[in-house]
């Protein structure tokens, strides 16, 4: 299932894609403010994955507008980044944020969050466990206490990852923190022996080096967990309760869009995520759901707490913004 391109040609890609993700710092103007035609102002940080598909869906199919909404994207590296600017109020919303990494700071009290939109959840393919071609790993039990490259430690990969291999019984590899543009230069010369990867990395990876699938991680236990969302904070939805929720709606409709329309996002990805077209029309969608749901996401709180990524439990009804 591997995409063959020229290796030239897909280290271009990466490097495209790490351009584009860039570290917010020193940023010197608000989150939100008003545009000169009237509608208000948000910056929204966002990792170009296929996570942030309905962020610039709404934004390209004139969904914001029509809720009065002018939104900037920012793009990151990893959502955890955007954190500081996000309290300081420099951005107003942090797209494609992991779950694990925001419950967490909610717990610690470092963060009063509110979840205003679903992002994605778990689809089969949507991540995989890679290793070069030639690799002695042949099926998920030879993980064991091997390096597995992830984007960030203790968060929705390696939780996942653990949730499968526990339910076949199988060892835990030792996570590596590689960012996903680094993941294939990683692999390749041999800092891990294996890269868990998120599309369009995953696609970029297989293409590039030839490497195979060990294991899709987007199944067992973790497939339709949800796994990243649209965060803010409780400040900024009381003091802009019309943004909060027209931003609410706008992203929804994206994501009804994009569950009823895979081309739309295929269409849409080249345009933030430094990939083809041809190399969009072959990578594996996540689920993109129209609302979130409190349930699914005492799904992911229950596995953090069996992990250890949370001390105690948390009902994520309240952190619902309305």
Known sequence: MALRRSRSGTKRLAALVAAAALILVGCDSGGTSSSGDGRQRLTVAALPLTDSAALYLARDRGLFAKEGLDVRIQPVQQSIQALPALL????????????????????????????????????????????????????????????????????????????????????????????????????????????????????????????????????????????????????????????????????????????????????????????TADQAASIHLPSYPATADPAALRRLIRLMREQGLLKKDIDPAPLLAK
């Open 88 to 275: 300081k109020g420099q951005v107003s919303v942090i797209a494609s944020a992991n779950y694990v990494t925001y419950l967490q700071a909610y717990e610690k009290g470092t963060l009063d969050l509110r979840i205003l939109a679903e992002g994605v959840r778990i689809a089969p393919h949507m991540m995989d466990v890679l290793v070069p071609k030639d690799s002695a790993l042949k099926k998920p039990a030879d993980l064991a206490g091997k390096k597995v490259a992830v984007a960030v430690l203790n968060n929705i990969q390696s939780l996942t990852l653990n949730a499968i291999l526990d339910a076949q019984d199988a060892g835990r590899p030792v996570y590596r923190q590689i960012l996903f543009p680094q993941m294939g230069p990683a692999l390749e010369k041999g800092q891990v022996d294996a890269a868990h990867a998120v599309e369009p990395f995953d696609t970029a990876i297989q293409g590039e080096l030839g490497a195979r699938v060990l294991l899709d991680a987007g199944s067992g236990p973790a497939l339709g967990l949800p796994a990243s969302g649209y965060i803010t904070t409780a400040d900024f939805v009381k003091k802009n309760p019309k943004a909060a929720a027209g931003f609410r709606r706008a992203v929804e409709a994206a994501s009804k869009l994009a569950a009823k329309d895979p081309g739309a996002v295929r269409t849409e990805l080249p345009k933030y995520a430094k990939v």
